[in-house]
């Protein structure tokens, strides 16, 4: 396995300008995130309460709030992010409530949420098994998890075709190449990595399945808890 599954660092998030940069060069990305939205919001009923946790400057959670009547709240540990998404929220006429806090400790009572979503943040947490028995706390029985991450089996010509077809900029392009390359690769899980940290979380297992440069993670809280 992993030899840094329990990883010996605290979490912290980016701030000031490497925060804006990222939300800059992210904004790239905004077809895959309405993509994500589009797929989120097909699973979800009137009314869910989802929750995204590491939403970064937001933009998942308020193209999924455009999509249906849904409660969407973002949980990250970064304040610059946090006041980001909410202002981008308010320019957006939807209602996402942002607030900051750490994935391994969440901020909410035990089953307040349908649905809990993660994109391209878990390789990053400190302590992804505490993350993912959080998540499981906050869900109501019957909810699921979906995280969506980086793989760890990536080739590098799937990162550069991936960065291409973002249409960024020459020098955006580059850093996000190099940041890939000698950090988010690095950081990543396998899919066995997967199923292993979800056989010794509170979720007990998970469905894995890969998509393009990620893989998709599902967990599921079962009704009779």
Same mark, same amino acid.
């Given at each position: 396995?992993?030899?840094?599954?329990?990883?010996?660092?605290?979490?912290?998030?980016?701030?000031?300008?490497?925060?804006?940069?990222?939300?800059?060069?992210?904004?790239?990305?905004?077809?895959?995130?309405?993509?994500?939205?589009?797929?989120?919001?097909?699973?979800?009923?009137?009314?869910?309460?989802?929750?995204?946790?590491?939403?970064?400057?937001?933009?998942?959670?308020?193209?999924?709030?455009?999509?249906?009547?849904?409660?969407?709240?973002?949980?990250?540990?970064?304040?610059?992010?946090?006041?980001?998404?909410?202002?981008?929220?308010?320019?957006?006429?939807?209602?996402?409530?942002?607030?900051?806090?750490?994935?391994?400790?969440?901020?909410?009572?035990?089953?307040?949420?349908?649905?809990?979503?993660?994109?391209?943040?878990?390789?990053?947490?400190?302590?992804?098994?505490?993350?993912?028995?959080?998540?499981?706390?906050?869900?109501?029985?019957?909810?699921?998890?979906?995280?969506?991450?980086?793989?760890?089996?990536?080739?590098?010509?799937? #990162?550069?075709?991936?960065?291409? !077809?973002?249409?960024?900029?020459?020098?955006?392009?580059?850093?996000?190449?190099?940041?890939? !390359?000698?950090?988010?690769?690095? &950081?990543?899980?396998?899919?066995?990595?997967?199923?292993?940290?979800?056989? #010794?979380? !509170?979720?007990?297992?998970?469905?894995?399945?890969?998509?393009?440069?990620?893989?998709?993670?599902?967990?599921?809280?079962? &009704?009779?808890?």
């Amino acid at each position: 396995m992993h030899k840094d599954l329990a990883r010996a660092r605290k979490d912290s998030g980016m701030e000031g300008w490497m925060a804006r940069w990222y939300a800059r060069t992210r904004r790239n990305d905004m077809l895959d995130f309405e993509n994500e939205a589009d797929k989120v919001a097909a699973r979800l009923r009137p009314g869910a309460e989802v929750l995204e946790v590491a939403p970064g400057p937001g933009w998942f959670s308020i193209e999924l709030a455009k999509r249906g009547r849904f409660r969407v709240t973002g949980l990250d540990i970064s304040h610059t992010f946090v006041e980001m998404a909410q202002a981008s929220a308010e320019e957006a006429a939807v209602k996402v409530r942002f607030r900051q806090g750490n994935a391994a400790d969440l901020p909410f009572a035990d089953g307040s949420f349908d649905f809990v979503y993660c994109s391209a943040a878990f390789k990053n947490f400190a302590d992804p098994v505490g993350a993912l028995n959080e998540m499981f706390r906050v869900l109501r029985p019957g909810g699921e998890a979906l995280i969506a991450d980086l793989r760890r089996d990536v080739l590098v010509a799937e #990162i550069d075709d991936y960065v291409r !077809r973002s249409g960024r900029t020459a020098f955006d392009a580059w850093i996000t190449k190099q940041v890939f !390359r000698h950090t988010l690769i690095n &950081r990543a899980y396998t899919a066995d990595e997967f199923h292993h940290m979800a056989a #010794i979380s !509170r979720f007990g297992d998970c469905e894995v399945k890969p998509d393009l440069i990620a893989l998709d993670v599902t967990l599921k809280k079962s &009704r009779l808890v």
